[in-house]
């Protein structure tokens, strides 16, 4: 068995070194990648969405508007900046108006680079900022005080291109607070626009 691994080892690396001298010899350059992420691309997406608050957090879910920022390190492997923004309500009789605003700093991992169709995953951390917050403790009897809460997200999404430079993505992130265990949720959809 050792040997039969060994012979196909051999031919292997045989076979990869006379690939590599015939095309480095007839100037054989790799095809450039035709669509979508890759190496050293800029990205700019404005996104919109639907933010799905905790039942923990009594309130209403809405539409988020977003922005991110995109930097591809390889053809498969990009890092991400997003805020997004949106106004709601608390479930509760006073129904309180409540600002929020997402804070996220994103991995991600394009499966398909240089094709029409790019499904990815992303990880990550950030912070929601909540004003106010809603909850009601003895030091916040009226549920008034801001509040940033530190998280933690994973998400995935496919990524279609109409042209080499614009695409239209669509995703799910799960959105855990750290503290509280606070599980939200975010569908987004928006443009992506590459430069570089």
Do not use: C
Request: aromatic share 10%; charged share 15%.
């Amino acid at each position: 068995m050792k040997k039969v691994a060994l012979s196909l080892a051999m031919m292997g690396s045989i076979a990869l070194a006379g690939y590599n001298s015939i095309a480095h010899a007839g100037g054989y350059t790799p095809e450039p990648i035709k669509y979508g992420h890759h190496e050293g691309a800029v990205t700019l997406t404005p996104m919109v969405g639907h933010y799905f608050f905790a039942t923990k957090r009594q309130v209403n879910n809405r539409t988020m508007l977003g922005i991110a920022l995109g930097y591809d390190f390889t053809n498969n492997w990009g890092g991400e900046l997003y805020v997004g923004r949106l106004q709601s309500s608390t479930k509760d009789s006073l129904h309180k108006g409540v600002n929020t605003t997402l804070y996220s700093a994103n991995a991600l991992y394009h499966f398909n680079p240089g094709k029409v169709f790019e499904p990815y995953l992303m990880a990550g951390v950030g912070a929601l900022d909540m004003r106010p917050n809603g909850t009601i403790t003895t030091n916040n009897p009226d549920g008034d005080d801001p509040a940033v809460q530190g998280n933690i997200s994973a998400g995935g999404g496919l990524e279609v291109f109409a042209a080499s430079r614009i695409g239209f993505r669509a995703e799910v992130r799960d959105i855990y607070t750290i503290s509280g265990g606070r599980n939200d949720f975010l569908a987004n959809a928006g443009v992506d626009i590459l430069f570089g």
